[in-house]
């Protein structure tokens, strides 16, 4: 994990727009948690893929940790959809949400993860549990920075996988304190087409 080598991109085979496809956050090489998404855009430089509205999340039984994930007594993806960036190669991506009846732009979330992996119809990465919020006004605040290190006593990362990953949010403050973010500010206005949420298909 330390390091995060960037690449040039996923793999050969492209998604096509409405694809639907698993994302699955796994550890170790145990699926921790499952759920379909339809892919927004697949280049080399983006993969974008929108978590629809009552999307059903599937765990493992028993949970590796002893507890259960916070999303596990959902069952389902409340809320508003969201849109995930990612660019190939980086420890972490770009979740987009929006809030209320009108579907106001809320925020950028920057979730620390896995770079991500293609496999046939699947999209492997896993947590990392550290979060930057950004604000539509540009502000942003560091979120789970005690959590991480009670993930570290827990054994789901080491002391050094910790610091890389705190290395990682580091690297993209510093490039908010720059001014500069690699995503476009327009994907704030997206929207999904009609027909992307609940029921969701895979295949």
């Known amino acids: 994990m330390p390091g995060y080598p960037r690449c040039g991109r ?4 492209r998604w096509r727009e409405g694809d639907v496809v698993e994302w699955r956050e796994t550890w170790r090489g145990q699926v921790v948690l499952a759920f379909p998404v339809r892919v927004v855009a697949d280049r080399d430089d ?4 929108y978590i629809p509205s009552g999307a059903p999340l599937a765990f493992p039984d028993p949970w590796p940790w002893g507890d259960h994930h ?12 969201v849109l ?6 980086d420890a972490y991506a770009v979740w987009v949400f929006w809030e209320g009846p009108e579907r106001r732009f809320q925020e950028w979330y ?7 992996e293609r496999h046939d119809r699947v999209l492997v990465t896993f947590d990392h549990e550290l979060d930057l919020r950004i604000a539509p006004d540009g502000s942003w605040q560091l979120k789970d920075s005690e959590l991480l ?3 570290v006593r827990q054994g789901r990362f080491s002391a050094a996988e910790a610091s890389a990953i705190r290395a990682c949010a580091a ?5 908010l304190e720059r001014g500069t973010r690699w995503w476009d500010d327009g994907w704030s206005a997206w929207n999904p087409p009609p027909g992307w949420d609940e029921p969701a298909p895979y295949g």
């Open 171 to 175: 690297e993209v403050i510093a490039d």
């Open 70 to 81: 916070p999303w596990q007594p959902r069952g389902r993806f409340e809320g508003h959809g």
């Open 46 to 49: 983006l993969i974008a893929v």
């Open 84 to 89: 995930v960036l990612h660019r190939p190669g």
């Open 149 to 151: 290190d009670e993930r």
């Open 110 to 116: 920057v979730n620390l993860q896995d770079p991500i």
């Open 10 to 13: 996923l793999g050969p085979v």
